[in-house]
């Protein structure tokens, strides 16, 4: 329903990206995407390309007055840095200065080489980059847009950064995943988050690298997104694969994910009630019952997604992410593939850790998920189309609508 292409090398001149599918009249400003692409800068334990790489934005098209027109839009991020990429990234024929003969442990690198059958890993190594995560924002600046036409907030935060935990109980509200980007590691638990800079700050002191989780939440979402009927259409399934295709990512899970699988049926799944509606001081389940089609659950395990639908109740998957494959201090043991002696991989500049930016990308992706099955269940051409048609079906499950009045068209 929604689709998106890149293109476009880490240290090319841009990154280019196509959205295709978004409905007219949605409200869009270069800002918006430059905010976003703001957010995937952030985090503790960065390397020194984040304090320099800008993300200049320009809308090549789809949009006019600030709204889009319903045609494909088309987004292009100048790389800051190409100016000394020029002769090494040069599109026109030629050689480059260096080539890297060293693959990385961990990295596309060697396979990536033998595959294309290249000589040198910088032509695997330039697309296999996570900067390409840049490109991908900007289409979920998109999504998240479109999704707040209707009420849902996609946001995420850091729950475990290498050996460091965050506490965690209920699922975080809007307001309390807001203040995530407050923290330096996108953490927020204030403990937790002062351990993961500690364990970063020692990681790079050793010229290692540290993994971690980021969980997603989204607040708002309807009962009915995804389906049973095929493979395919499972909610779930879509969530894993993107968040899957994020670059070092090794695992996803949807709720309470693999500790599901130790645990008792009676103990595995959330009761059904019925919703309470909201009386004159506001008591009872509100929104959520108003999602739910009149039915809501107290506990919250199985992450929002039943039988690859929506359940109405917010949707919480968790992305772990491997150390980056690249050192500081090169360690792991790999080939010349000319010579083939055995030697250690070439050091790159790189980041100590990248999981609070990962946890934006996964937000990004999240959303461009949710969106596209939004615009499956409701349609429309234009954002008023698709607003009223999410209204009608609502009520269509007999519930009242009034608590997603918000949302309401104008
Ligand atoms: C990356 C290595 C680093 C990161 C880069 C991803 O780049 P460089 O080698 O140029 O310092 O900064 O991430 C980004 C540029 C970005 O925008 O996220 C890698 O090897 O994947």
Redesign the pocket.
């Known amino acids: 329903m929604l689709r998106f292409l890149t293109a476009g090398e ?2 090319g001149r841009a990154l280019v990206v196509i959205v295709e599918g978004l409905p007219a009249g949605l409200r869009v400003t270069a800002e918006d995407i430059q905010r976003g692409l703001a957010r ?2 952030l985090g503790f334990g ?5 304090r320099f ?1 800008q ?1 200049e934005i320009t809308l090549l098209g789809g949009i006019r007055h600030g709204r889009t027109l319903g045609s494909p839009v088309a987004i292009e991020i100048a790389n800051t ?1 190409w100016p000394k990429w020029v002769q090494e990234m040069s599109p026109e024929p030629g050689l480059p200065s260096t080539v890297l003969t060293q693959p990385r442990p961990g ?1 596309a690198d060697l396979s990536g080489m033998l595959k294309y059958g290249f000589d040198d890993a910088r032509d695997v ?1 330039e697309r ?4 390409e ?2 490109a991908r924002v900007a289409a979920g600046t998109l999504a998240k847009l479109l999704l707040g036409e209707i009420g849902v907030d996609v946001l995420s935060h850091v729950v475990q950064l290498g050996p460091e935990r965050a506490a965690s109980d209920a699922v975080p509200s809007v307001a309390e995943l807001a203040e995530a980007d407050t923290s330096e590691v996108r953490c927020t638990d204030a403990a937790a988050s002062a351990r993961m800079v500690a364990a970063i700050r020692a990681a790079a002191k050793a010229g290692d690298s540290l993994g971690g989780v980021a969980e997603v939440v989204a607040h708002g979402v309807p009962v009915g997104l995804g389906s049973y009927v095929h493979w395919d259409r499972r909610l779930d399934g879509l969530l894993a694969q993107s968040l899957m295709s994020i ?1 070092a990512i090794k695992a996803v899970e949807i709720g309470d994910g693999a500790e599901l699988s130790a645990r008792r049926g009676s103990v595995a799944h959330d009761s059904i009630r019925a919703a309470v509606p909201d009386d004159r001081d506001g008591a009872g389940d509100g929104e959520l019952g108003v999602l739910g089609g009149g039915y809501v659950r107290d506990t919250h395990r199985a992450g929002g997604v039943e039988g690859g639908i929506s359940t109405g109740a917010p949707i919480v998957v968790r992305a772990s992410m491997k150390p ?1 494959a ?1 050192l500081n201090r090169p360690t792991l043991g790999t080939v010349d593939v000319v010579t083939k002696e055995s030697t250690v991989s070439f050091k ?4 100590v850790t ?1 999981v609070p ?1 990962m946890g934006v990308v996964a937000e990004t992706m999240v959303a461009l998920v949710l969106a596209s099955e939004a615009l499956r269940k409701f349609g429309g051409d234009s954002v008023e189309e698709f607003r009223r048609n999410r209204l009608g079906y609502l009520a269509s499950l007999g519930v009242a609508t009034s608590a997603a009045g918000s949302h309401a068209p104008a």
């Not at 790159?348 to 980041?351: A, G, I, L, S, W």
């Open positions: 880490s240290h995937r800068r960065r390397g020194p390309r984040m790489e993300d840095e990295h190594l296999a980059s996570a900067r995560t840049a670059q980056l690249t790159e500049r790189t980041d990248a930016a």
